[in-house]
């Protein structure tokens, strides 16, 4: 079942100030009973290293680096793994292609880092990105500051279903997999959930370019019926997800639904800041089809426009397009 975890890898960048993460990690590893891998994961050494770092005898090539990232990791899991089990691997090349090959080798079914941007809280780098438009379980992206537990968590559900007929499961599929991902993080954490979708019946930008006319009325009828049939479809979804725990205490509040008429790529992330969101569930791609390294337009903006920790999830059958055999 989507967010039920049960094989945790969570990746440093390098060997400072880890501490918080792993202990962040090993938190949601034990409230899931799952088990925890923590991979050191280095970017290789440029091929002029040898000459320009001739003086530093300890860097002379990847294999003594990688020798030594593997002593420094073995002694910090002995201290970590007092608090929570756990193993530890290192990697040297290309990070997110590793962690990648690592997620599908060992099958992992989270990885969990933290944002690699230093100068900025929001996701821009390049790996972090990779990942959520290409690691194919999901990947939970935490804030640089905010690391401890969650108050609020907002799954993003693009309910939606005027598609190709062939795509319609699948999406009903995803949708169903971010609310139960939120929906036992928001348990597991004892935080309140906060579902969010956004619909128009007209593209606010195609209106405010003057490309059609419309009818206000029809307009309005329109907005009427798209909004029932939306709070419907979320309303059916909760339910499937409350005969899922039907036979446990309730350990969270009813979530609070969000529908609201907008702009989907302005008004999920302005949504979820007003939810004052420490955590936001979302699909990482638009269309099914698409490959794998194209991150969905609304996801990429929403992502730029939020101060949170992130959780991206991809449909069912999604494939990386990293070569794992390399």
């Known amino acids: ?187 597991a954490e004892n935080a309140s959930l906060h579902v969010v979708h956004v619909y128009d019946a007209v593209p606010e930008n195609i209106l405010r370019q003057g490309f059609i006319s419309v009818d206000e009325d029809a307009v309005q009828h329109d907005l009427s019926k798209i909004k029932l049939e939306r709070e419907e479809e979320v309303n059916r979804l909760l339910g499937l997800i409350a005969l899922d725990h039907n036979d446990e205490a309730p350990t969270i509040a009813e979530p609070a639904v969000h529908l609201v008429r907008g702009y989907p790529r302005r008004d999920i992330a302005a949504t979820a800041n007003a939810c004052n969101a420490d955590l936001i569930v979302m699909g990482t791609l638009s269309r099914l089809g698409v490959p794998g390294y194209i991150m969905g337009g609304t996801a990429e903006e929403t992502i730029e426009q939020i101060d949170c920790a992130v959780v991206g999830l991809k449909p069912d059958g999604f494939v990386t397009p990293v070569d794992v055999d390399g």
């Open 1 to 187: 079942m989507k967010g039920q975890f049960t094989n945790i890898l969570c990746v440093l960048h390098d060997t400072h100030g880890q501490d918080v993460l792993v202990e962040r990690a090993m938190q949601i590893a034990n409230k899931h009973n799952a088990s925890l891998t923590i991979m050191l994961a280095l970017e290789a050494l440029p091929p002029n290293a040898r000459m320009i770092m001739q003086s530093f005898e300890y860097l002379e090539s990847d294999s003594s680096l990688t020798q030594s990232a593997q002593s420094w990791l073995d002694e910090q899991i002995a201290v970590w793994s007092k608090q929570y089990p756990a193993k530890g691997i290192v990697s040297t090349g290309h990070r997110f292609i590793n962690i990648i090959r690592q997620v599908v080798s060992a099958g992992h079914d989270l990885v969990i880092k933290l944002n690699e941007n230093d100068v900025v809280s929001k996701i821009t780098g390049s790996d972090d990105r990779h990942l959520l438009r290409k690691c194919p379980c999901p990947v939970w992206i935490m804030h640089k500051v905010r690391t401890t537990s969650l108050q609020n968590v907002v799954a993003a559900v693009d309910v939606n279903y005027h598609y190709p007929q062939h795509e319609v499961a699948i999406r009903k599929q995803l949708a169903l997999d971010i609310l139960n991902t939120a929906w036992r993080v928001a348990e």
